[in-house]
C-alpha cells in the first residue's frame, strides 16, 4: 500500500458514496486506475465492505451501554457458545475478548434502560458468566468509523 491507497482509502471512509471519478481528481489519479486501485483493496481484503451509518438517536437506539463480563469458564467450548450466543444479539454492537481483570467486553445500544434489562436477560442466558458490570455511556465526545491511515 502506498500513498496514494492511502489517500483513497480516506476518502471512501469519509463517504463511501462518492463516484470513483471524485476520488481520482481528490488523490491525483485519472479514473481507470484509481477505480482498479479500490478493486485491488478490495480484493485484498483491506476494504471490507461499504455501508451507511445511522443517527442512533433519530432510529431510537440513543442510549450506549458497555458492558464488562467476566467468566471462570475459559475452554474452546465455553467461548464458541457463548460468541455464538452474543453475535445472536442484534443491540450487541461491539464483542471484543480483553486482556487483564476483565474477560470481555461489549457495546450495546437500546432505546432506554428497560430494554438493556431485556439484553441483559438475554445475555445471562448465553453462558455461565461470574460477573457482568454494565456502565451507560453520559455523552458521547468522540465516535469515528475511520481508521487512522498512517501506520498502513
Given at each position: 500500500?502506498?500513498?496514494?491507497?492511502?489517500?483513497?482509502?480516506?476518502?471512501?471512509?469519509?463517504?463511501?458514496?462518492?463516484?470513483?471519478?471524485?476520488?481520482?481528481?481528490?488523490?491525483?489519479?485519472?479514473?481507470?486506475?484509481?477505480?482498479?486501485?479500490?478493486?485491488?483493496?478490495?480484493?485484498?481484503?483491506?476494504?471490507?465492505?461499504?455501508?451507511?451509518?445511522?443517527?442512533?438517536?433519530?432510529?431510537?437506539?440513543?442510549?450506549?451501554?458497555?458492558?464488562?463480563v467476566k467468566t471462570s469458564s475459559h475452554d474452546h467450548e465455553w467461548l464458541e457458545k457463548f460468541?455464538?450466543?452474543?453475535?445472536?444479539?442484534?443491540?450487541?454492537?461491539?464483542?471484543?475478548?480483553?486482556?487483564?481483570?476483565?474477560?470481555?467486553?461489549?457495546?450495546?445500544?437500546?432505546?432506554?434502560?428497560?430494554?438493556?434489562?431485556?439484553?441483559?436477560?438475554?445475555?445471562?442466558?448465553?453462558?455461565?458468566?461470574?460477573?457482568?458490570?454494565?456502565?451507560?455511556?453520559?455523552?458521547?465526545?468522540?465516535?469515528?468509523?475511520?481508521?487512522?491511515?498512517?501506520?498502513?
Open positions: 500500500m502506498d500513498e496514494l491507497d492511502r489517500k483513497i482509502l480516506a476518502c471512501l471512509q469519509e463517504d463511501a458514496t462518492l463516484p470513483v471519478a471524485t476520488i481520482a481528481e481528490r488523490v491525483g489519479l485519472s479514473t481507470s486506475p484509481c477505480w482498479r486501485r479500490i478493486q485491488l483493496l478490495e480484493e485484498a481484503g483491506i476494504i471490507r465492505k461499504r455501508v451507511t451509518l445511522l443517527d442512533s438517536q433519530k432510529i431510537n437506539v440513543g442510549v450506549t451501554v458497555f458492558v464488562t460468541a455464538r450466543g452474543v453475535a445472536a444479539i442484534p443491540e450487541v454492537m461491539e464483542f471484543y475478548r480483553m486482556s487483564g481483570d476483565v474477560d470481555y467486553l461489549l457495546r450495546i445500544v437500546v432505546p432506554d434502560i428497560a430494554a438493556y434489562d431485556n439484553v441483559y436477560k438475554r445475555l445471562i442466558k448465553v453462558a455461565r458468566l461470574s460477573d457482568v458490570s454494565s456502565s451507560f455511556a453520559m455523552e458521547e465526545i468522540k465516535y469515528t468509523t475511520a481508521l487512522p491511515l498512517h501506520w498502513a
